[in-house]
């Protein structure tokens, strides 16, 4: 059997909160059936990384019904953080209550990596700016993320064994949009000669501003759910 790898981001689950998404165009109408349809074509030894915006939860417990249902779609999946998940807390607490739950499919990529069929899976949630945020509060969190993303890659050359295996970064915001880059991150991505970034995080019209393909040696794409 060839086991592969697939990635979503922004599922932007509801089912413990009232946030329905089709209120965002008709893209997102059913769109949790749709998700259930597109993960058939996944078995059990398969992997899909969720690129962040898991949930509307606003804790661990409202979030509950969104991550059985991840539970409960086939595969191994692989989650991150992105900005809207309020309800993230921390790595030991989260795993507590995946334990306590009953959720062992789902594992967290947060300061770590993962080994998966040659791939070297690696990443974090990433950053741009807010603009309600200062100029200092930007950059603290952009080189917060920036280190994230070190320990990540760091972590992945430990291992003799896995040198050779191709890097792919996963990040729920993009670190190039339009003639925008993130320069920390991507400067990052080429010291440690990763092959694929993937990232979501963009929606409706910010579907124009995605980079895709080849991009100064690296292969961007992006798979927000819409998308």
Known sequence: MILALYAIGDL????????????????????????????????????????????????????????????RLPGKKIILKGNHDYWWSTVTKIKTFFS???????NILYNNCFFY?????????????????????????????????????????????YRDNIKICFFHYP????????????????EYNVKKCIYGHLHGTGHQSAVRGLNEGIEYEIVSADY
Do not use: Y
């Open 117 to 161: 069929e040659g791939a070297t899976i690696c990443g974090t949630r990433g950053w741009f700016f807010d603009d309600e945020l200062t100029a200092d509060q930007n950059k603290k969190i952009s080189v917060r993320e920036s280190l994230r993303l070190l320990t990540s890659l760091k972590t992945a050359d430990q291992d003799p064994q």
């Open 12 to 71: 932007h689950l509801s089912f413990g909160t009232n946030k329905p998404m089709d209120i965002f165009g008709g893209k997102w109408k059913n769109h949790p059936e749709k998700t259930q349809e597109g993960f058939k074509k996944i078995t059990s030894e398969d992997l899909c990384v969720i690129c962040g915006d898991i949930s509307w939860a606003m804790n661990l417990d409202e979030c509950l019904e969104d991550l059985l249902f991840i539970e």
């Open 175 to 190: 670190p190039r949009f339009n003639n925008n880059e993130c320069h920390d991150i991507i400067s990052i991505m080429n």
């Open 100 to 106: 306590a739950k009953g959720i062992k499919s789902i």
